[in-house]
């Protein structure tokens, strides 16, 4: 057929059945067809007969396969998670038998120890000994509230003076191997890095060179004045940029610098 994609070969072959199943300019390929020495009817009845075999079949078929996989590996993490749950309510409920056990134990012990002389003496002792450990921690609590009262007014200090992060943070000591971080070249740069509106400059050339490439599609590129505007516009962007590029290399360093 003499273009790009065409059914001279195999490997030719293959990607013009691609392209066609993925409906990406079919329409293109019927029209060579039709200019070839092929039939038209034999040309239509291919071409048409491959987008619902191919797109309608074949590729729902490959998505259907995926989706049950993935529905599958959902399925076993849910039964995963329900034995763990099991297991975790099973060893919950030990522990509450442990406990219970432990608590009657504590209990009957306590009983015997009551019946004892020395359990008055022991009660007082610990309450005493309970009242002292209370004061010191009500003093340690007061103590570190203080502290981090303290910690959380300079934290917020510095907050504030490293909003801007400053030129010799940067692990890049030499730009280029020639602008050090003195240099004045390259704290120019970094003052335009920085700054707020540069990335809103930038966001907006993407945004309008966008906007503009979509424009570009019903241009007819034939050398009229819609076309020659176009064209300047490319380069106003381009060299927009590669000044972009050119001030964060020198103000950031390059990658082996």
């Not at 994609?5 to 013009?16: I, T, V």
């Not at 050090?180 to 704290?187: A, D, F, G, L, Y």
């Amino acid at each position: 057929m003499g273009v790009r994609r065409n059914f001279d070969d195999f490997p030719e072959a293959f990607m013009s059945v691609f392209v066609i199943m993925t409906q990406e300019n079919w329409n293109t390929f019927l029209v060579l067809a039709y200019r070839s020495d092929v039939n038209i009817y034999l040309s239509v009845i291919y071409f048409v007969s491959w987008i619902f075999i191919g797109n309608y079949i074949f590729l729902n078929l490959f998505l259907a396969i995926l989706l049950d996989k993935f529905g599958a590996q959902e399925t076993v993490d849910e039964l995963n998670k329900i034995d763990e749950d099991e297991e975790q309510e099973e060893e919950e409920k030990f522990k509450e038998v442990k406990n219970e056990t432990q608590q009657m134990s504590r209990a009957q012990s306590s009983v015997e120890r009551r019946s004892s002389p020395s359990f008055v003496r022991q009660k007082s002792l610990a309450a005493e000994s309970n009242h002292r450990l209370e004061r010191e921690m009500s003093m340690r609590r007061s103590t570190t509230e203080l502290f981090w009262d303290s910690k959380d007014f300079d934290s917020d200090d510095d907050d504030d003076k490293k909003e801007t992060p400053k030129i010799n943070t940067i692990p890049c000591k030499k730009s280029f191997y020639v602008f050090s971080q003195t240099n004045p070249i390259r704290k120019a740069c970094y003052n335009f890095y920085v700054h707020p509106a540069f990335d809103r400059i930038i966001l907006g050339a993407i945004v309008l060179s966008s906007i503009k490439l979509a424009i570009d599609t019903y241009i007819p590129e034939d050398g009229n004045l819609a076309d020659q505007i176009s064209a300047g516009i490319d380069y106003f962007f381009n060299g927009l940029f590669i000044l972009e590029a050119i001030i964060k290399t020198i103000a950031l360093g390059f990658i082996l610098d």
